[in-house]
């Protein structure tokens, strides 16, 4: 499997046939030769995260190199085996040529990408040409450059379908990249008609290439989401594009403004505080202009609850797995609580604090915040937590949160989006 990460690789070939012509009249033409291919070590900083970090690119068995030169019209094709590439139609020049490669071909299609990231290594243009002429009798060394970068389009809204298409300049959709003979570098391929180099029916994390080095502009379908500068983007970066917002803020019916924040990709969007009294379940499943913040908000389900995975081993220790957001406790105002940060490209600097309000006679603090979801013979389910300095001591949803008018939870409400 492919990765991406800023080093230098060693690309090494080996043609093991050989052959010359038998008229000694004509200039000895051979076949085979020896091809050392080096990936510019660009030495700079993922953009994909706000984590320090780096991405390289790695060969694997079957990845093809294409080479060519100056003396001929064709490529030659090196595959890469299990320990080198090889080629069985290389040829040696009579005369000294400049010689050019490219990966992973002459010609790459980047319309419906699967946007794994995994896939990207497939449609990463590289190329590069040897720093003199040469025969080739001795061998090539070639320096070969990124010609691509890389988007990381975050797919905000549950259910969102998703459309990404590139527009250059001219205003021609991007279909592709074509070597560009007798030169290190690829052109930009286009098309009259939109071409999707991306198509999902849902939020979350996609990966896309695109050309580097040229204006464009992206779209998600109709919607422009950006536009580059002329330069375009440089080769061998990534770029985290978001399809729409993940802070803001909405309206309550009591008059107040009230912050939300996203926490995943196609997660609710919760509100920054906690509705100013607790409730009970009754009140709590209301919707619209009933609810006690109005329309605009509701109870989250105990699915949108699911920040993390808690549960105790065999010690008796909590074990916590980020699953939608990793969790710490932290004091605010005073106050313990679990703060959950973003762990997705584009919400790594997203947080949200849920207050543990509840101090017994040890001086530990627990919290239980209600959910909208019914699971046990009409009880409600909620988030429990238990912190004791800074240990959180146990988290779990409780599927038997009562239902009496006097028994009241905490709630943090979302946004009421259809």
Not at 81 to 104: I, L, V
Not at 106 to 118: K, M, P, V, W
Not at 339 to 361: H, M, N, R, S, W
Not at 386 to 391: A, E, K, Y
Request: net charge negative.
């Amino acid at each position: 499997m492919k990765k991406i990460l800023y080093s230098v690789f060693m690309l090494a070939t080996m043609v093991l046939a050989a052959c010359s012509s038998e008229d000694t009249t004509e200039p000895d033409v051979k076949r085979g030769m020896v091809l050392k291919a080096n990936v510019e070590d660009t030495n700079t900083r993922a953009t994909i995260t706000d984590n320090e970090g780096t991405w390289k690119f790695a060969f694997a068995t079957g990845d093809v190199v294409k080479v060519g030169n100056d003396k001929v019209e064709s490529y030659y094709t090196f595959t890469n085996g299990e320990t080198q590439f090889a080629s069985t139609d290389a040829m040696q020049t009579t005369a000294a040529a400049n010689w050019y490669a490219y990966f992973p071909g002459e010609t790459i299609d980047l319309a419906n990408q699967s946007g794994d990231f995994a896939a990207i290594a497939n449609k990463y243009a590289l190329a590069g040409m040897t720093a003199s002429a040469t025969t080739g009798s001795e061998g090539l060394t070639v320096t070969m450059k990124a010609k691509a970068a890389v988007l990381c389009i975050v797919g905000v809204k549950k259910d969102e379908k998703l459309d990404i298409n590139v527009k250059t300049a001219g205003d021609k959709y991007v279909s592709g990249l074509d070597a560009v003979k007798n030169s290190a570098d690829f052109s930009v391929k286009t098309s009259d008609e939109k071409v999707s180099l991306l198509s999902k029916q849902d939020a979350g994390v996609y990966y896309v290439v695109v050309p580097a080095g040229v204006k464009l502009s992206v779209y998600n379908g109709e919607t422009l989401i950006k536009t580059t500068k002329d330069a375009g983007l440089t080769a061998g970066m990534y770029y985290t594009l978001l399809t729409g917002k993940t802070k803001g803020s909405a309206t309550n019916k009591l008059g107040e403004t009230i912050d939300w924040v996203q926490l995943w990709a196609g997660g609710p969007k919760f509100a920054t505080k906690n509705v100013a009294e607790k409730m009970n379940l009754t009140d709590a499943c209301k919707t619209g202009d009933a609810y006690v913040w109005g329309k605009n908000w509701c109870t989250p389900t105990k699915d949108e609850m699911t920040f993390i995975d808690a549960i105790h081993d065999e010690d008796g220790n909590l074990k916590i797995t980020p699953l939608n957001t990793k969790a710490e406790v932290q004091v605010q105002n005073g106050v313990p609580g679990i703060l959950y940060t973003g762990i997705q490209p584009g919400y790594t600097d997203k947080t949200l604090f849920l207050p543990a309000v509840e101090k017994d006679k040890w001086g530990d603090y627990s919290a239980n915040y209600l959910t909208l979801t019914i699971i046990n013979q009409g009880h409600g389910s909620s988030l429990d937590f238990h912190i004791s300095g800074i240990s959180l001591n146990y988290y779990y949803f409780m599927n038997k949160a009562y239902t009496t008018e006097t028994t009241k939870y905490l709630v943090r409400p979302v946004l009421a989006e259809k």
